[in-house]
């Protein structure tokens, strides 16, 4: 419900800070005295259309806030999750107007767009006025009325279940379709791409395996090289060459010359002798770990190429398809899948067939059973309407609910078929929509009736009523009153008023009058206590010259039962 409405400089108003509670509110005051400009800032605030005119002589901008306090599960707050605005407690809309024009949204404290802050308005707050109309007047919220007020929730989930699991069949049958007509016209290059990849035969993770493997056998033909070299170096290439192993013994047999002629005496290069006889052993043992490493290194060239020509072809494949070389596999079972579609499709196209056509049958069976409840429920709520229309001083007016059927191409998860309320107020007359055939007071009061019978089954939890009463007195405002009370028992009603049989009524009483200070006219509000809002009613019933006979009919008023 509406807990509290700020206002600043809009048109008279300069300052103002209203509270709201649970059940009747009723706003009375002098015509002239500003109980529109009230109900022009709340639609501000709801997200109706913003006018510079609105905003007080002077000032540079006008703003408007809304604080709303609505239950856990309301509608408002799965719209506000849903564009990521956060909803807690309370739902705080505010609406700032430019004097050049332009406006700012918000909700909580959040900008956001005019279309947001009017979607989630509407969601809060119904207004019936006599120039415009919102809820019972908009033909789209007619069904959910309807199939709230007398057709079993189940129903309605029914069809909705039904709808989407037809919609679902329907959008698996199209794809299907899609699938084949596609794949018929990529056939050629279908059946050649597939028998290329697949004579490829891409594995998962074979890049990075191979390109392992790659590496491995490079640095081990890398490795063989290097001791082929190396032995190349300690082996003479050919006859004429002289290794180091020839070279060292060369030079040994050289030094054996150097000994002296006797028996006895020690050959002085003896020791470089032993030196180069220990440096052909070294020599002769390096010479067998290289053969030996030479033998272990072996390098298989062949395998090398091999590696890299599959490595190479799978690049290949990855850039001619536009993909990634882990993706291949991958591809290579869509394109088969694909292949496979169009060689069984025909068959796949008959099953979604069916099971498309079961579908939709289980949807027109679960809308016809809506159809006909709502049939049931359209007499029953004519007849409830009926009985409330005659005290409203409607008597001569017929309530109708028209249940017609809809093409197929408009059928939806609400069922098959529309729901329009429609009224005639003269006899003879044909009933037509709401907005069209009633007048300004007439559909006012049109729509008190209907709210007194369907209240409960909307979940705006605010109506706004603006001179219900407009040209009825007497008992006719007295059945207003009394019917406007019975709504508030359900939702929150504010009330613009004129009648002292509706303001007698109200559970809060606010008075609005003009004032002039400093030589400019102000609009002011005032919550009315006990005594002040008998002198209200006095005045509402007499006039500007309030009696005492008028006060004593203002009691009778007030002590009348809720």
Do not use: C
């Amino acid at each position: 419900m509406l807990t509290a409405l700020s206002i600043r400089d809009v048109v008279l108003i300069e300052r103002l800070d209203l509270t709201f509670g649970p059940g009747l509110a009723v706003l009375t005051g002098e015509t002239g005295a500003g109980k529109s400009i009230l109900l022009d800032s709340l639609g501000l605030a709801l997200g109706a259309r913003a006018d510079a005119g609105l905003v007080r002589a002077g000032a540079a901008q006008a703003s408007v806030t809304a604080s709303f306090a609505p239950p856990p599960d309301h509608p408002a707050i799965a719209l506000l999750g849903e564009q990521g605005l956060d909803a807690e407690d309370d739902i705080v809309l505010r609406r700032v107007l430019g004097a050049d024009g332009r406006s700012r949204a918000f909700v909580n404290d959040q900008p956001v767009g005019v279309a947001l802050l009017r979607r989630v308005g509407a969601l809060l707050v119904e207004i019936q006025g006599q120039h415009e109309q919102m809820g019972l007047a908009d033909p789209s919220s007619h069904a959910a009325l309807l199939d709230a007020f007398g057709v079993a929730a189940g129903l309605r989930r029914a069809v909705g279940e039904a709808w989407r699991g037809w919609r679902a069949a329907d959008d698996a049958l199209a794809a299907a379709r899609e699938a084949i007509a596609t794949a018929a016209r990529d056939e050629e290059w279908l059946r050649h791409a597939l028998h290329e990849l697949g004579a490829l035969a891409p594995e998962e993770d074979e890049e990075e395996r191979l390109a392992t493997e790659r590496k491995r056998l490079q640095q081990g033909e890398r490795r063989a090289e290097a001791i082929a070299a190396a032995l190349a170096e300690l082996t003479p290439r050919d006859r004429r060459s002289t290794g180091p192993a020839a070279a060292l013994r060369a030079a040994a047999r050289v030094l054996q010359r150097l000994a002296p002629a006797g028996e006895d005496a020690e050959n002085p290069a003896a020791p470089a002798m032993a030196a180069l006889e220990r440096a052909e052993e070294a020599l002769a043992e390096a010479e067998t770990m290289l053969e030996r490493l030479a033998t272990d290194a072996e390098a298989d060239p062949r395998l090398l190429e091999q590696a890299e020509e599959r490595l190479f072809a799978l690049r290949a494949a990855a850039r001619k398809h536009s993909v990634a070389v882990v993706e291949l596999p991958q591809l290579l079972a869509s394109l088969r899948e694909r292949l496979d579609t169009l060689e069984s499709g025909a068959a796949e196209v008959s099953a979604l067939e069916d099971a498309a056509a079961r579908a939709k049958e289980a949807y027109r069976a679960a809308a016809a059973t809506l159809s006909q409840a709502r049939t049931a429920a359209a007499t029953k709520l004519e007849r409830a309407a009926a009985k409330e229309l005659p005290p409203l001083r409607l008597d001569k007016a017929r309530f109708a609910v028209a249940v017609m059927p809809l093409d197929e191409a408009a059928w939806g998860p609400t069922g098959a078929d529309a729901v329009r309320f429609l009224i005639a107020t003269n006899p003879g007359q044909e009933p037509g929509p709401l907005a069209r055939i009633a007048s300004g007071g007439e559909l006012s009061r049109l729509m008190l009736a209907l709210k007194v019978v369907l209240s409960s089954g909307s979940s705006v939890p605010t109506l706004v009523f603006d001179e219900v009463d407009s040209g009825i007195g007497g008992a006719t405002a007295a059945a207003v009153g009394e019917r406007l009370a019975r709504v508030a028992e359900r939702v929150q009603v504010l009330v613009v008023t004129h009648s002292p049989q509706v303001a007698a009524r109200a559970a809060a009483h606010l008075r609005v009058a003009k004032s002039a200070a400093r030589g400019r006219a102000a609009t002011l509000v005032d919550r009315l206590d006990p005594s002040s809002r008998r002198e209200e009613i006095a005045r509402m019933l007499a006039g500007e010259t309030i009696t005492d006979a008028a006060r004593a009919a203002a009691d009778d008023l007030l002590g009348a039962p809720a």
